[in-house]
């Protein structure tokens, strides 16, 4: 049992990865992977079935995959029921966070965002795919799976697998789906210009950082207010944002703020106090291309901010960066 234990912690932070690309949830991703564990313990605890595998990580992707599409299917019901638009559950990090030795964060979830930009705008766009397609692009082109596994995944052909990911990727790269190519240095820049924007009050000053395009989307879960459609055109995005955060806003007045990654790309955690007088935590994650905003994704749902860690008092708003 101590091997098996080895065995499958090496894969652990990649397998956790794959759930989180293919689910948008934090604990969905981390309860498909305990189950892969212990659908790995169960059939491979006799080493003449161990020695059967030659290709350990092979075999767990397809296991922890199969079980991801299962929870995909099941997940299209209960979202079609949700309350409102529905974002991916973010995993947040600390902009300043000091990797391991290896290069990645200790927790197995914030690993799986650190080895790239995922980025909520990516999980936004795979979230209006067929679970088929999903998990045909997310295995192929995201982890490089030959489509013969793909196609063994999904209980379908080789052809069948390439088209299922090539109709996936021609949705993520529609031009209408919001872009986000920026490197750190060029997110840094445009979400300082966002935020100092937003806080002045100037709609002019926020739309030479909005794309013609953007698009800002909430999720609110039924317990906030966040809109039941997303607001499209950087006018009607900009004056949304400034009857938010400016000065003179909803939340300006009370507002609190600390830089972090989303997704591993850069956002904000804010704090506030609602109307009612129930605290407000939102997590903001924006996509960023050629210089301006392509996409705000405000989370104000508290189910799926349970783990984010409160604001220490440094937080003010503006934040300070």
């Known amino acids: 049992m101590t091997d098996l234990v080895t065995e499958f912690e090496a894969e652990r932070g990649r397998l956790t990865a794959v759930a989180y690309r293919m689910l948008g949830s934090r604990s969905e991703a981390e309860d498909a992977v305990q189950e892969t564990w212990l659908r790995y ?124 990911a090539s109709r996936a990727r021609r949705a993520v790269s529609a031009p209408e789906a919001p872009r986000q190519t920026a490197d750190a240095v060029e997110q840094r820049r445009v979400v300082e210009a966002f935020v100092t924007a937003a806080e002045s009050g100037e709609l002019d000053a926020l739309l030479k950082v909005l794309a013609p395009d953007v698009v800002l989307i909430g999720d609110g879960g039924g317990h906030f207010p966040a809109g039941r459609n997303p607001v499209y055109g950087a006018d009607k995005v900009g004056r949304f944002v400034l009857g938010l955060f400016s000065q003179g806003g909803r939340y300006g007045a009370t507002l609190r703020a600390r830089p972090v990654l989303v997704d591993g790309v850069l956002g904000l955690q804010m704090e506030t106090v609602f109307r009612d007088g129930r605290p407000l935590r939102l997590v903001c994650a924006l996509a960023v291309d050629d210089g301006r905003v392509t996409g705000i994704f405000n989370q104000l749902n508290p189910d799926k901010l349970r783990d984010l860690p409160p604001l220490g008092p440094e937080a003010t708003w503006p934040p300070r960066w």
């Open 41 to 164: 313990a169960a059939a491979l605890a006799d080493p003449a079935a161990r020695a059967e595998i030659r290709q350990l990580g092979a075999w767990l992707t397809t296991t922890c995959a199969r079980i991801c599409l299962d929870v995909l299917r099941s997940a299209r019901v209960r979202r079609e029921a949700y309350p409102g638009q529905w974002l991916p559950e973010p995993v947040v990090t600390p902009v300043d966070a000091a990797p391991r030795s290896d290069g990645f964060a200790p927790d197995p979830a914030e690993r799986a965002v650190r080895t790239d930009q995922v980025g909520t705008a990516l999980l936004v766009v795979l979230e209006r795919l067929s679970p088929e397609q999903r998990v045909a692009f997310v295995l192929h082109d995201v982890f490089a799976l030959p489509f013969a596994r793909v196609a063994e995944v999904l209980g379908t052909t080789d052809v069948a697998a390439r088209q299922l």
